[in-house]
């Protein structure tokens, strides 16, 4: 490992790259700027010398991201919408496609009336509840996951993002400890099918939360399980948004009409053409 910051950088880059990883630079940018402790744009000029335990500590993080353990938790962290998150092993990684889902629920956030509920279902590191805390601050949020240690993750973002007043963190494997009804329900459930899990890539396949991403024989076991208990969990007029799979949509709108009534029920797709989100305001269950 070279020893000025400048070459270091030149050298992660390098052997990211050979090891098929896209976006090297800034990768390796982000590495350098951890073990400094300075802002990505502070290493630019590059020109200091690292020390010896910099250069171990580097040396170290290269190893780990070449057996394509996830920057985020090499990093510690992630950027998600105009915020960071603290992600690490065992927590579900914040995608960019779920920023979607959290603009559209804070866009049906901003409507509601003050003292309204909102809950996040399988919260994760926190994303979707904190960014609807962050937009609303008179309206609660309760947060459930089955993971505890998730759920301390997802509690200590909350805390240092100022909203952690607002949200409740609660254990429950989907509503089984959720008594409330709510106005607006968002999930980022598990949608991928238990099959597809090992083609996913390495750094999802082989080290993130298994429990977050399978959603059994066809992906739908969750996000089904949500369309038919959710009903009961809304307020008449009460918001659906959950994260789904391209090409469940079809499947999960007839699901979720045999159940429940809606005023609107809609699949959506993310900034890359897929199908990504489902939006569906309930008027309660069929009966
Ligand atoms: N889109 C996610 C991924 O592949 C899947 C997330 C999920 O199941 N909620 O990485």
Redesign the pocket.
């Known amino acids: 490992m070279p020893g000025r910051i400048a070459q270091a950088i030149r050298f992660l880059r390098t052997r990211l790259a050979e090891a098929g990883i896209e976006d090297a630079h800034r990768e390796s940018l982000l590495i350098v700027s951890h073990v400094l402790g300075t802002e990505p744009a502070a290493v630019l000029p590059g020109d200091g010398e690292l020390d010896h335990g910099q250069r171990e500590l580097l040396m170290a993080l290269l190893e780990k991201r070449l057996r394509r353990f996830p920057l985020p938790y090499l990093l510690g962290w992630v950027g998600f919408l105009d915020f960071v998150l603290c992600v690490r092993p065992g927590v579900f990684i914040p ?1 960019p ?1 779920t920023e979607g889902l959290a603009e559209r629920a804070v866009e049906v956030a901003r409507d509601l009336p003050p003292g309204s509920l909102a809950l996040d279902m399988g919260t994760g590191s926190g994303a979707l509840a904190i960014a609807i805390a962050r937009a609303r601050r008179d309206i609660r949020v309760v947060a459930v996951d089955v993971s505890e240690w998730s759920l301390r993750c997802a509690w200590e973002n909350a805390q240092r993002l100022g909203v952690a007043d607002r949200v409740e963190f609660r254990v429950s494997d989907l509503f089984q400890h959720v008594p409330e009804r709510f106005s607006l329900v968002v999930a ?5 099918p238990s099959e597809g899990i090992g083609h ?1 890539p390495p750094e ?1 396949s082989r080290h993130e939360p298994r429990v ?2 399978d ?1 059994g024989a066809a992906g739908e076991e969750i996000l089904r399980r949500i369309l038919r208990e959710a009903p009961a969990h809304l307020v008449r007029g009460g918001w659906l948004l959950c ?1 789904i799979g391209d090409g469940q949509g079809e499947n999960l709108v007839r699901f979720a009409k045999e159940v429940a009534n809606w005023v609107e029920l809609r699949v959506e797709e993310d900034l890359g053409g897929r199908e990504r989100y489902l939006v569906g305001r309930c008027w309660g269950p069929t009966t």
């Open positions: 995608r496609e980022n459930p598990p949608y991928v996913l999802v977050a991403l959603g994260e």
